[in-house]
Structures are given as C-alpha cells and as structure tokens.
C-alpha cells in the first residue's frame, strides 16, 4: 500500500522569502512523485513530477522539489514567494505498476504582504 | 489550460433530490477519475473508469453511481441527495497508455444539500 503524509496543514511566509513544503511517503516499491496546486476555487493543476532520473526537479513557477529515497521523502522548495503563489498544495504518490494515485492531505500556503 | 469541464460549478439543493454532475474531457483520454475532497482532507478516489462501458468504484464507499456511454463523457449521479453528501467533487483524466500518473482535473462541482 502507498500512503503520503504532508506533515504541515497550514505555512504562512512572508513574501519574497523562502518556503519548504514537506511531503514523506509509504511504499514498498518503487513509486512515482507528484505535487499539484489548488488556487482558490480552481481545481488541481500539476506543478511538478519526479518519475526516474535527477533526483532534482524543477516546475513551473520557480518551483522546484528534491526526491530523497533514503528518507522518502519529497519536499517542495522555492528560494521567493509571491502573492500569486498563494493557494493549497497537495503531494501525491503513485507506486509502478499501480494505476491509482494516493493524494496527502494538503499544506495551505499564505503569503503575508 | 485544461481541457477537462465540470458542471454545475456550484448546487445547492434539498434533501431527497437527484442530481446529476457532468463532465466532459476534450484530450481523448481513456482513463477517468471522480474524488471527493473536503476540506483539510485528502482527496478520496470514488470512481474511476479505465474506458467505455468500464467503471469501479473507489477506495471510499460512495453511494454516488457513475456511467461511461462515451470516450469524453463520465457524469456521477446521487438518487437521492442528503446533508451527508456535501462536498466537492473533483473530476479528472489521464492517459490510457504510457500513463505516469499525471492527472488532468477539472474545476469541480461544489454541492451543497439542505
């Protein structure tokens, strides 16, 4: 069974500073790595994915999300908020060989003025 | 900019009603997908469809039913809506083959019963 945990349900940041979301997975197998943005009443939109390869992966918006299997973990990082980027983010695994896609539980992002 | 449609965007209705939520996706893709998502919840699958004439249900036990007559078509419909429903439902797509997981969703459908 795969199983994702985003440890942070809420992170306020003040803009143009740095923000780290985290997300820790479960999964006995080899898994596939997402991130989608929910901005308000919109519905999810991916903002990155890890798949194989450089464990460093950049996406759209200046974001950009490190895969650690040792600590499987995979954690959302941009180094300047803006207002814009002010939304819910939620991670989001998937083992190979598995059709469905596990989702965490959220962090909603708020960028201070 | 995604190509996949839901409507109503938002309902409110009574208790005992029926009612249907579309959604349509242009991208020709196979596999379909609805979830229900509350907030401060992860997103809980209820259905999926891997295409026509093909529908499971999800990892949480709805009492929503769905249909798939056609490629771009995966409405889900509750006989007789209660307070317990409240909601929104998400609809989504992807691929049908050299599928990595990548999910196209769509705006979703918050229902509101009385």
């Known amino acids: 069974a795969q199983s994702v945990t985003q440890l942070d349900s809420q992170v306020p940041v003040f803009e143009e500073a740095p923000v780290e979301l985290r997300c820790n997975y479960s999964s006995s197998v080899s898994v596939y790595l997402f991130w989608y943005v929910q901005y308000p009443n919109q519905g999810l939109q991916l903002l990155l994915k890890?798949?194989?390869?450089?464990?460093l992966v950049k996406g759209i918006n200046g974001f950009e999300a490190e895969f650690n299997k040792s600590q499987t973990s995979f954690h959302l990082r941009k180094p300047s908020v803006h207002i814009s980027d002010t939304a819910e983010y939620f991670c989001?695994?998937?083992?190979?060989?598995?059709?469905?896609?596990?989702f965490g539980t959220g962090t909603r992002l708020t960028i201070i003025p | 900019e995604a190509d996949i449609y839901q409507t109503p965007r938002y309902l409110v209705i009574g208790t005992g009603k029926k009612i249907t939520l579309e959604c349509s996706q242009t991208m020709g893709h196979d596999k379909m997908y609805w979830y229900q998502q509350d907030p401060g919840m992860e997103l809980h699958l209820i259905h999926y469809s891997y295409g026509v004439n093909s529908t499971e249900k999800g990892d949480l036990s709805s009492e929503s039913t769905v249909s798939r007559i056609r490629t771009e078509h995966f409405p889900l419909t509750l006989e007789s809506a209660r307070p317990s429903h409240t909601s929104q439902y998400l609809c989504?797509?992807?691929?049908?083959?050299?599928?990595?997981?990548?999910?196209?969703f769509g705006e979703g459908s918050r229902l509101t019963v009385l």
């Open positions: 989504a797509s992807s691929e049908g083959q050299a599928n990595t997981g990548e999910l196209f």
């Open positions: 890890y798949l194989s390869g450089s464990t």
């Open positions: 989001a695994v998937r083992n190979f060989g598995n059709e469905k896609l596990t």
